[in-house]
């Protein structure tokens, strides 16, 4: 017999399906949300270049352009009140010459049309005063002031974990395999059981337009569009104040040079359509062609170590937009086409889809309470566990340094694997916690930091470090 039966399945646990979960479950619903990986946010929402974006810049009238406008301040609340590092750093929009330059009265007409009237134009002057590490050659910008950088982990964790404690069942390797109906339900094969749903919300990423079709739809297709980065060095993030963009073409936004949440700078994306949904290696090419705009761009930087390089895919589609759809009589939603904005556009993403929803049919009823969430204090800028003295004096291992690179006690690992929804695996842990990011990439402690998670979750070393394959996975059953 299939799991359930749920009020609404939410297909895919990447920022956008845990916020569309989180949403819902804001309401007396059942409320399943089926991952096919081994934690929640390891897709598209991990490996951008995590900016937290205005919508200035989109396609006026477009749908992602609407929904960037509407999360943009639902995000910072949310940011602040659930304890996800942000800064609004502002972000300079950098012409290099006379075309690019030619260019910026029709992005700040853009930006109007968008409803973000807070531009201003600087003089190369002036911008060579607000950034004065900028290559030679910048002819002047527009300056963005609400512009700045979040956590691409906490973000889509910090939305999975709130559904969770306010009911939602998670499911981890999981995968949609197929879809029928029986009567009035959906159900949803995977490779552990089947579980029937009478909604069904697609949120699968990378994966929505395959799952579209298990529906019956074949109104748009996915091509990867891989952005390779590369993470420099905290002793890099002197060089920068602001976000620093191009001026962006018909394809894509560009590379740009970013502070980072933790305090590195990043360079990147690059932009390249591939086949393959898995190609999330980096190439010697791509990071040459960075490193060359690096150059350009923020000369002093390649002087400086690079930390990690990474590469992330984007669910680009035929058209520049969302491909949001519901089908009422259907009982189905495709949140399908979220490219990287999708990470600042979540919450906007997420009220939508609930209003459709329930415009087509879904009854909803608000709950009485509401459990909120508040994540550890991970970012640079927050006071960090080990600066704690009452911390520290409730509990001696907040001054157990672990990782060394980024200050990690023993006490937050060890939270991080009896958190809502714990931490598995290296991977997952050092998206919790930032062990193993620093510039020794684990070098250091890795052996610690491993036996610690053995020690919390009971999972074999070898499965962790990747030498051994994860035991199959059980039947259908809640994976909080």
Same mark, same amino acid.
């Given at each position: ?88 750093? !502002? $972000? ?6 006379? &075309? #690019?330059?030619? /260019?910026? =009265?029709?992005?700040?007409?853009? @930006?109007? +049309? ?22 030679? !050659? $910048? ?6 002031? &609400? #512009?700045?950088? /979040?956590? =691409?982990?906490?973000?889509?964790? @910090?939305? +999975? ?320």
């Amino acid at each position: 017999m299939p799991a359930g039966p749920y009020d609404v399945a939410v297909i895919g646990a990447g920022v956008v399906g845990a916020a569309v979960a989180r949403e819902l479950c804001r309401y007396e619903l059942r409320i399943a949300i089926l991952e096919g990986a081994d934690d929640v946010g390891t897709g598209t929402s991990k490996a951008n270049t995590a900016i937290w974006h205005t919508g200035f810049d989109a396609q006026p009238g477009s749908l992602e352009a609407a929904l960037l406008r509407r999360s943009h301040p639902l995000l910072e609340r949310y940011a602040a009140e659930a304890g996800v590092p942000f800064e609004k750093t !502002g $972000a300079l929009l950098v012409a290099w010459n006379e &075309d #690019e330059l030619a /260019l910026l =009265p029709e992005v700040e007409t853009r @930006a109007r +049309a968008n409803g973000y009237l807070r531009t201003r134009r600087l003089s190369a002057q002036e911008l060579a005063r607000r950034e004065p590490h900028l290559g030679p !050659g $910048a002819r002047g910008a527009i300056e963005v002031p &609400d #512009e700045g950088i /979040l956590c =691409p982990f906490t973000t889509p964790l @910090a939305l +999975a974990s709130e559904a969770v404690l306010n009911g939602a069942s998670l499911f981890l390797r999981a995968p949609v395999q197929a879809a029928r109906r029986e009567g009035a339900l959906h159900v949803l094969t995977t490779p552990r059981g089947d579980l029937a749903a009478a909604w069904v919300v697609n949120a699968a990423g990378l994966h929505a337009d395959e799952v579209d079709r298990l529906f019956g739809h074949e109104t748009f297709t996915i091509v990867p569009r891989r952005g390779e980065l590369i993470v420099f060095d905290k002793l890099a993030r002197r060089l920068l104040s602001h976000v620093i963009l191009p001026v962006p073409t018909q394809r894509t936004k560009g590379v740009l040079v970013a502070p980072t949440v933790f305090g590195n700078v990043l360079l990147g994306p690059t932009a390249e359509d591939v086949d393959d949904k898995t190609a999330t290696a980096t190439t010697a090419a791509g990071i040459a062609r960075l490193l060359e705009a690096g150059r350009r761009i923020l000369p002093p930087l390649l002087d400086e170590e690079v930390t990690a390089t990474y590469a992330g895919l984007r669910a680009a589609t035929e058209i520049r937009d969302y491909r949001i759809e519901v089908y009422p009589g259907e009982r189905y939603a495709c949140v399908g086409g979220i490219r990287s904005t999708g990470l600042s556009a979540c919450l906007g993403i997420a009220e939508h889809v609930r209003e459709r929803l329930e415009d087509a049919g879904l009854a909803l009823r608000l709950k009485r309470s509401f459990r909120p969430v508040r994540m550890p204090p991970v970012g640079e800028s927050a006071r960090r566990p080990h600066e704690d003295d009452a911390a520290i004096a409730a509990d001696p291992d907040h001054g157990r340094i672990v990782c060394h690179c980024e200050r990690v006690s023993r006490a937050e690992i060890l939270a991080a694997c009896r958190a809502p929804i714990p931490a598995r695996s290296l991977d997952g842990l050092r998206r919790r916690t930032r062990a193993l990011f620093g510039r020794c990439q684990g070098f250091f402690c890795a052996e610690e930091v491993t036996r610690l998670l053995v020690e919390a979750s009971g999972t074999a070393p070898a499965t962790l470090l990747g030498l051994a394959d994860p035991p199959a996975p059980g039947p259908l059953e809640d994976n909080r």
